[in-house]
């Protein structure tokens, strides 16, 4: 069986220095696939415990989703207890259900016993409510009640994403005490930076940075040493909104409360970048009209995640269709209107996205709102009065010299000019109406702004030379 080269070792999560698995491109590196295949067809579990199971999750994750779906299962059976379950976190949902679905209640139970909180319910929320309960229910006590009331959040709230390990402690403790407790307590999580400070009702009172506890004197009061603004999570916040606190205040890691004002939880940096790189995905495939499509969806699943909007988008485009309908007689005189109109409607169409997709970004990181949205649709207006007139002339000058007709090209510079102000307006104001009703603009922009260009562009032009050829 082949095998990794003598100057091409693996990293691992216990190396210091060692070559990445990943080739210069970011991909994972052919030969290492190749050597991971070969071992997995010999079932040469040596050669997989030492090159594969103690690849950091991440580097597991990206092998995962490599690798072909028969041996990616197979790879999961020959490492047992020795495969990462945190890698799942790191790959595609389909794959996590894939590779979940081959695996006992009874070996996940036993594999979550030894992730964080928060990773085991990014694995649990995706199963099925009868499996999750058995799963659950073979955890002890204190980690199914933590678990079951993380579960208990909303979907893509910080509830969800946060981390039930956490350390508190009460503001009548001195350093001295604090550091002997952090020294002597065996179930505290493997990393932390800070410790929240809460009273006897497990209310948030204020938060400890551990560099302050290095720098204080041992018979120092908590009390008076603690942060009282921390910037508290409201467990039923949506991550988005969480992941833009901790940008606005450059925060490491966030105490999550409940309703009450009482520590559930703590949003660590690590979930937030994770929220962050998610958000930012879903709203460039949504702005595509292709929803929450993924890499390794089947045919068949990817099909049916975009039909829908194509079925709008084909509705749209009979809509811009009856208005070139409208102007057929004039079509079937001037030729030249049959071989331009697609300019106009197609140069309208991509200024309009590229003033939508900066208004949904906007609106995504709440960058706009009442108090700038005027001077932003002023500016905007204004991009478009100044991009009509460049490409108008331009194309004006084009179209009279190709055709050699001043007429044409004068009909087809006023029509730029019409449909890129048309554009810049609706390329602002659609995700803004779309937002201001409760719509999501990411999902619905395109669609609408796509057929105002195209039926602005078509009917202008076409209207322009109707009118103008009649009269003359």
């Known amino acids: 069986m082949s095998d990794i080269g003598e100057d091409d070792r ?21 030969d290492f696939i190749t050597s991971v295949a070969a071992a997995i067809a010999d079932r040469d579990v040596v050669f997989l415990r030492q090159h594969v199971a103690r690849l950091h999750e991440s ?12 041996q990616r299962l197979a790879l999961v059976r020959l490492l047992g207890k020795d495969f990462d379950l945190t890698a799942l976190t790191e790959v595609d949902e389909s794959i996590r259900l894939e590779i979940v679905d081959q695996m006992s209640n009874a070996q996940i139970a036993e594999a979550i016993g030894d992730l964080d909180s928060d990773d085991a319910v990014y694995i649990l929320e995706d199963l099925d409510q009868e499996d999750r309960e058995e799963i659950l229910a073979q955890l002890p006590f204190t980690e199914r009640v933590r678990l079951r009331r993380a579960l208990d959040y909303p979907e893509s709230s910080a509830g969800r994403r946060m981390q039930t390990e956490f350390v508190a402690a ?11 407790y952090l020294r002597d307590e065996k179930d505290l999580p493997e990393r932390f930076t800070q410790i929240f400070v809460i009273d006897p009702t497990f209310k948030l009172v204020g938060v400890l940075d551990l560099d302050q506890i290095l720098r204080s004197k041992r018979q120092v009061k908590i009390e008076t040493i603690m942060r009282e603004t921390s910037y508290p999570v409201p467990a039923d916040m949506d991550q988005e909104e969480a992941a833009q606190l901790f940008e606005q205040y450059d925060l490491l890691s966030a105490a999550v409360v409940d309703e009450n004002g009482r520590l559930v939880g703590v949003l660590t940096i690590d979930d937030v970048v994770d929220v962050i790189q998610e958000e930012a995905e879903e709203d460039i495939m949504r702005l595509g009209g292709v929803g929450d499509e993924e890499l390794s969806d089947s045919v068949l699943e990817t099909s049916r995640s975009r039909v829908p909007w194509l079925l709008v988008n084909l509705l749209t485009a009979f809509l811009a269709a009856s208005v070139i309908g409208l102007f057929d007689a004039t079509i079937e005189q001037i030729v030249a209107l049959a071989v331009l109109m697609p300019i106009v409607a197609g140069m309208g169409g991509n200024a309009a996205s590229q003033t939508m997709t900066v208004t949904v970004r906007a609106l995504a990181t709440r960058n706009i709102d009442i108090h700038n949205a005027w001077r932003i649709i002023r500016r905007e207006t204004g991009v478009g009065l100044l991009n009509g007139v460049l490409f108008g002339i331009l194309i004006g000058v084009v ?7 001043v007429n044409i090209g004068g009909i087809i510079a006023t029509a730029m000019l019409i449909n890129m102000i048309a554009a810049a307006i609706a390329g602002i104001m659609i995700p803004l109406l779309l937002d201001k009703v409760g719509a999501d603009p990411a999902v619905a922009s395109t669609v609408f702004v796509t057929t105002v260009t195209d039926v602005t562009g078509f009917f202008s032009f076409l209207g322009l030379a109707t009118w103008w050829f009649a009269i003359h």
């Open 10 to 30: 693996v990293r691992t999560k216990t190396d210091d220095v060692g070559a990445d698995v990943y080739s210069e491109d970011g991909s994972i590196r052919s």
């Open 399 to 405: 179209a009279g010299l190709w055709f050699e007709d």
């Open 170 to 180: 009460p503001p009548f403790w001195t350093v001295g005490q604090t550091i002997d």
């Open 59 to 70: 580097e597991l994750g990206d092998l995962l989703e490599a690798i072909a779906p028969d």
